[in-house]
């Protein structure tokens, strides 16, 4: 069966400190990773990840994806409260619309 | 502002009621979705709309039913609903399937349902 694995499932860090979320899957058919922020509703997107070993960058974070060991990273490096958030993974398969995604990695920043 | 815009924000129904809820995207995608986030589990697939057409129904109970009039709009009708249905639901739009091309979902700001 399709799965992917996030951890850690929670993460309590001082503001300033770097942090590493991580993402492991098991899917067939595989066609792209996804990771996204949900601080409130919206789950907002961050990355898309098709290459492996290529890292993808946005300010203070970024993402990496080993396909041949089926995992991802996200990094975040000097943390800010607003980054505060729950932040999902999911793969995308080639064969259907059925993106699976993680249970969530909710990063508390403390002040 | 996602640009795909749900309503209502919070609804509290009971289980003999009928409801809906809207999604309404601006970004011109062609595929939308409906999610089902339910507390400490994975955000649940349980419909795929492709240039209106249905083209996924992840084996969800008759008691949700979709509509997509055009492009831009996606209903969840709602009846006779049970407790456990109470959760986040999530509309989602692409600018094409996520299965034939490399479009990430764009996430509405969902509607908390509650089923008294």
């Known amino acids: 069966e399709d799965k992917v694995v996030q951890s850690p499932l929670s993460l309590v860090v001082h503001e300033g400190d770097t942090v590493t979320l991580n993402c492991s899957y098991e899917v067939t058919n595989f066609r792209s990773l996804l990771w996204y922020k949900q601080e409130k509703k919206a789950p907002t997107f961050l990355f898309m990840l098709t290459s492996s070993g290529i890292e993808k960058k946005s300010g203070r974070l970024s993402s990496i994806l080993d396909k041949k060991e089926l995992f991802s990273i996200l990094n975040i490096t000097a943390t800010q409260t607003g980054d505060s958030a729950v932040y999902l993974c999911?793969?995308?398969?080639?064969?259907?619309?059925?993106?699976?995604f993680g249970k969530g990695t909710r990063l508390h920043i403390l002040p | 502002e996602t640009g795909v815009t749900q309503t209502p924000r919070h609804l509290v129904m009971g289980m003999t009621n009928k409801k809906s809820l809207k999604c309404e995207q601006h970004l011109g995608h062609n595929a939308m979705y409906w999610y089902k986030q339910s507390a400490k589990k994975p955000l649940e697939l349980m419909f795929v709309y492709s240039l209106e057409e249905r083209v996924e129904n992840n084996s969800v109970p008759s008691r949700f039913s979709p509509e997509c009039p055009n492009s831009s709009h996606l209903f969840l009708h709602l009846h006779t609903l049970q407790p456990e249905d109470s959760a986040l639901y999530l509309c989602a739009s692409s600018q094409a399937r996520v299965s034939s091309y490399n479009s990430p979902l764009h996430f509405g700001n969902g509607t908390r349902l509650t089923v008294t």
């Open positions: 999911a793969v995308v398969p080639n064969r259907d619309d059925k993106i699976i």
